[in-house]
């Protein structure tokens, strides 16, 4: 890699993560041209020699936003379970990761799909990121024979639904009122869509 080539990665890099630390912290109402530009050390119309707008760095930041909450995932699974216990604490690290993170739920949940521009690409990945994130879990219970591949969809779906529903009650009406009245509705609806 040339010089230049390299200097060019770490100024991109330096765009990505201020646009990523934003994100995260303040949301996506804090979001602009020029915040990103302060945070990252340069001036806004550098940011245009390296990304066509705003819309592309938000969709690399979600991109790895999604892949951050994979890890998580993956990390908080027991390699010891399996079947539907495995797909239960998928769903609930899922969860956890929002709860740990709720400027990045309120980015993939709240925010109108028109304030990315309507870019398709960004909301397919937001709105496969429960999916993507326990996939593992979930194939392995269909490859089991455990559910049908059409069962399995249907209750991802309820799952997420009905989580994404919680999580937005909880963040924006604070109902359930208290975060251990939350953790257990969220429990009961999980192991009621599971079966469990």
Do not use: H
Request: glycine share 8%.
């Amino acid at each position: 890699m040339k010089n230049k080539e390299i200097q060019e990665a770490r100024i991109k890099g330096y765009f990505i993560e201020a646009t990523r630390n934003i994100l995260k912290g303040e949301g996506l109402k804090a979001l602009s041209v020029r915040s990103v530009a302060d945070q990252a050390g340069y001036s806004y119309a550098t940011m245009y020699n390296y990304f066509k707008d705003i819309n592309e760095l938000v969709f690399v930041c979600v991109s790895d936003f999604q892949e951050e909450i994979k890890n998580y995932v993956d990390d908080k699974i027991s390699t010891d379970s399996g079947g539907l216990q495995q797909v239960n604490e998928a769903t609930r690290a899922w969860l956890a990761y929002f709860l740990e993170y709720p400027g990045i739920f309120e980015l993939f949940y709240v925010v109108r799909g028109g304030d990315f521009g309507n870019k398709k690409s960004i909301l397919e990945v937001i709105d496969t990121s429960m999916e993507r994130a326990c996939e593992n879990a979930w194939n392995g219970v269909i490859k089991s024979g455990i559910m049908d591949a059409n069962v399995a969809e249907f209750k991802k779906a309820r799952l997420k639904y009905v989580l994404i529903g919680l999580l937005v009650m909880f963040m924006n009406r604070r109902t359930p009122e208290s975060y251990t009245d939350f953790i257990l509705e969220s429990n009961r609806q999980i192991d009621q869509i599971l079966g469990q």
